[in-house]
């Protein structure tokens, strides 16, 4: 069994850049929205703001946060 590492922090005095911390976007019932994988598509249900339902055209998709490759347009 293996131990999953403890997260790296950045610190001030390092010479590397701090990694970039992307914020997650808020997604409403209507947004038209636009995903790597499955193209154009509809918001048709958000559940706590943390799962989203979108209808792509020949199916729905449900997305988990933090909606990663998918943007609002």
């Keep these: 069994m293996t131990k999953t590492p403890a997260p790296r922090r950045h610190l001030a005095t390092s010479p590397f850049k701090a ?3 992307l914020p997650i976007e ?5 947004d038209r929205v ?3 994988q499955y193209g154009l598509g509809t918001v048709i249900g958000v559940e706590d703001g943390i799962a989203t339902l979108v209808d792509f055209g020949p199916g729905r998709v449900r997305v988990l946060s ?3 490759g ?3 347009l």
């Design 26 to 30: 808020d997604f409403a019932l209507g």
């Design 66 to 68: 933090p909606y990663k």
């Design 19 to 21: 990694p970039v911390v």
């Design 34 to 36: 636009s995903h790597d």
């Design 70 to 72: 998918m943007t609002k």
